[in-house]
């Protein structure tokens, strides 16, 4: 069965401070891909990266970096020197080639205050 | 390029009511699936359309129903409404079917159910 999760319900940091969300998922699946979005307060999720289960490549986009290891099923988002702009719930998602279901985490809230 | 959106945005309903959500996805995109948000259990995968055909289904009652039309336009019916029924509900268009693909998220349609 597939599972993903976000054991960090809420998180509050003080802007420029750096902040690791963690995700960590389950699947027998070999060929899947995980995805992180980002809900801000007007609830529309917005996609920042998805990830094949073949590559485990960090990636680095601007303030945001992700950190794969299929050794310990983990999929964790790092922002580097928060913003205030970046408070809203963060999910982490699976999907499964066998299965083709996004399923989500259950969201870590972040406050980043100023 | 104009992004996912769902009508109506807001909706109040009474129980044994039955209710319909519309959305249309970005251009070029033929699969949209639906997703209900709840504080309780988070995002849950309702199902998915691609080429008018229900592709995937998540673990709802049968009450939850869907359809896609021709020009990839969906909507989703709840019938006989229930409080627990209260909730989120987002619309997600893709180019294919696919289980690597990005989902692009609509605003939502906010339902009580009183």
């Known amino acids: 069965a597939q599972k993903v999760t976000q054991a960090q319900t809420e998180i509050s940091v003080v802007e420029k401070e750096d902040v690791t969300l963690d995700c960590v998922y389950e699947t027998r699946d070999t060929t899947y891909y995980l995805f992180w979005y980002k809900q801000p307060p007007s609830g529309e999720l917005v996609f920042l990266i998805r990830?094949?289960?073949?590559?485990?490549q960090n990636e680095i986009s601007g303030r945001y970096s992700w950190n794969f290891q299929k050794s310990t099923s983990s999929f964790n988002f790092t922002i580097t020197a928060s913003q205030v702009v970046d408070s809203a719930v963060y999910f982490c998602?699976?999907?499964?080639?066998?299965?083709?279901?996004?399923?989500f985490g259950q969201g870590t809230t972040l406050q980043v205050k100023p | 390029k104009a992004g996912v959106t769902q009508t109506p945005r807001y909706l109040i309903k009474t129980r044994g009511q039955q209710v319909t959500l519309s959305c249309s996805p970005i251009?070029?995109?033929?699969?949209v699936s639906w997703y209900q948000q709840t504080p309780g259990q988070g995002l849950q995968f309702l199902f998915e359309y691609f080429s008018e055909t229900q592709r995937n289904k998540g673990n709802f009652p049968g009450r939850f129903s869907g359809r896609q039309f021709s020009n990839s336009r969906s909507e989703m019916n709840v019938s006989t409404l229930e409080l627990g029924d209260s909730a989120l509900y987002l619309c997600?268009?893709?180019?294919?079917?696919?289980?690597?693909?990005?989902?692009?998220f609509g605003p939502g349609t906010r339902l009580t159910v009183l």
């Open positions: 990830r094949n289960s073949f590559d485990e």
């Open positions: 251009s070029g995109h033929r699969s």
């Open positions: 997600a268009s893709s180019l294919s079917s696919a289980y690597y693909n990005e989902q692009f």
């Open positions: 998602a699976l999907s499964e080639a066998r299965s083709r279901k996004l399923i």
